[in-house]
């Protein structure tokens, strides 16, 4: 007969099932040892949207005109906003986003004979401005000495609209003189001694919506002596 140690040692053994979890349980297990993966993809997913987003301009506000000020002293901000106001109630909706929009561009020479922060901010101010000229933004223009600002860059245009040759009259007006720009809300006292003109263009480049921009200038040169 077979000792009790025998019965013992030779049984038949068998584990204890596991308890049957419920479906909450197991999503929350599930969380407890993914979760940090989770949360890492959607922190790169959301990054890289946002990267798409900005390289494709989505959802940014795109100008139907802007205009390039180029001075040696700078507007106000009020007063930049008050240009590009007025100048979008006298235009259209070119880029058909069912709004009018007037951009300002502010390119402002310092003395650079100042300091060293007025040399840095003159040189970006004069990247920038190349870099409008070279993807042709601004069609109009305000500045304080166009004659300079066409000898450095040969870019204003004549009183046909092409670009002004050496020995031709660029199509610029002074500011007092349009009798559009003095009926602007704008702080006219800023304005005192500043130009408007526009920007020539070759035959085989040019800026976005000219024959708006074209039919703007008309309109704010109309009456200009």
């Known amino acids: 007969m077979a000792s009790e140690y025998l019965k013992w040692k030779y049984q038949d053994v068998r584990p204890d099932a596991p308890p049957q979890r419920t479906k909450k349980q197991r999503a929350a297990n599930w969380w407890h040892y993914h979760k940090w993966w989770l949360l890492a993809g959607a922190a ?3 990054a890289a949207g946002d990267i798409l987003w900005n390289a494709l301009g989505i959802g940014a506000v795109k100008p139907d005109y802007q205009l390039a000020y180029v001075a040696s002293a700078p507007l106000s901000d009020e007063t930049l906003a008050a240009l590009e106001r007025a100048f979008a109630a006298l235009g259209e909706d ?3 986003d069912g709004r009018v929009v007037f951009r300002v561009n502010s390119y402002v020479r310092m003395d650079t004979a100042q300091d060293s922060d007025a040399a840095q901010y003159t040189a970006a101010a004069k990247v920038r401005l190349m870099a409008d000229m ?6 109009f223009f305000i500045c304080d000495a166009p004659e300079t600002l066409h000898e450095n860059y040969d870019i ?3 009183a046909s609209g092409d670009i002004a040759g050496p020995d031709e009259a660029l199509g610029c007006f002074a500011w007092e003189t349009c009798p559009k720009l003095m009926a602007l809300a704008v702080d006219q006292q800023e304005m005192t001694g500043l130009y408007f003109a526009r920007r020539g263009f070759w035959q085989d480049r040019t800026c976005g919506h000219r024959e708006q921009c074209d039919a703007l200038w008309e ?3 109309e009456g200009a002596k």
């Open 44 to 46: 790169l997913l959301i």
């Open 94 to 96: 070119c880029n058909g």
């Open 134 to 139: 070279e993807a042709c933004e601004s069609y």
């Open 156 to 158: 204003l245009a004549n």
């Open 219 to 221: 309109r704010l040169t």
